[in-house]
Structures are given as structure tokens and as C-alpha cells.
């Protein structure tokens, strides 16, 4: 069992950043590609960035890039998501998970279906 904490999350006003931090319990980290989704109250679960195990390639959805950066650490077993110019609308709990490689399409790196781990999450609040 691989186990994700999330941490950086907090209350902060539109147009701040926010470094969120995801530790796995998991010596070969590498092993694994990392995703970041967020889910509102009432909304379903949605995809945010994600990593592959390198970090050679990084993936955005469209309502955060050029906002967030998603980074891995491989050697601290840790997955960051830098959230700068912060909107309302970014204001969800957010989850970091992990999938084992050997993904077949870059569009499966986008569905919650894909992930093997998940953190509990950390909630981010932007006030207006």
C-alpha cells in the first residue's frame, strides 16, 4: 500500500500563490506517474496537472495552465503543485494521487480511473 499526504493548503486571497506538497511512502517513487485532481463542494472530482515519473512530461488542464507548476522530487519521494495567480474558482479540496507506470495514452494521465493511490486531501480556499 502506498500512502499520499498532502499538505500546503489555506485560505488566501485571489491573486496569491500556494505550494501544495504531496509525500508518498515509497522508496521507488519513480515508479510512479503523479497526478493532482481538486473537487468542490457539490462538483465532481476533476483533473488538475500531472507528472510522469521522470518528470520529463507534464500535463495541465486548461482552467490552470499557465498558472500552476507540477514538479516531482524524486529523490525526497515528493510531488509539488505550484498554484500562483489563485482565482475563486481554484477553491476545492485538493488530492495528489499516484499510477503505476506503463499508462498507454497520454490521455489516461487525465481520468481519476487511471490512479492506483490517493491522498486525503488538503482543502485551498481563494476569497474574491
Known amino acids: 500500500q502506498v500512502q499520499l499526504v498532502e499538505s500546503g493548503g489555506g485560505l488566501v486571497q485571489a491573486g496569491y500563490s500556494l505550494r501544495l506538497s504531496c509525500v508518498a511512502s515509497?522508496?521507488?517513487?519513480?515508479?510512479?506517474?503523479m497526478g493532482w485532481f481538486r473537487q468542490a463542494p457539490g462538483k465532481e472530482r476533476e483533473f488538475v496537472a500531472a507528472v510522469s515519473w521522470s518528470g520529463g512530461s507534464q500535463y495541465y488542464a486548461d482552467s490552470v495552465k499557465g498558472r500552476f507548476t507540477i514538479s516531482r522530487d524524486n529523490a525526497k519521494n515528493t510531488a509539488y503543485l505550484q498554484m500562483d495567480s489563485l482565482k475563486p474558482e481554484d477553491t476545492a479540496v485538493y488530492y495528489c494521487a499516484a499510477a503505476k507506470r506503463g499508462i498507454p495514452t497520454v490521455s489516461a494521465f487525465f481520468q481519476r480511473e487511471t490512479y492506483d493511490y490517493w491522498g486525503q486531501g488538503t482543502q485551498v480556499t481563494v476569497s474574491s
Open positions: 515509497e522508496h521507488t517513487f519513480s515508479n510512479y506517474h
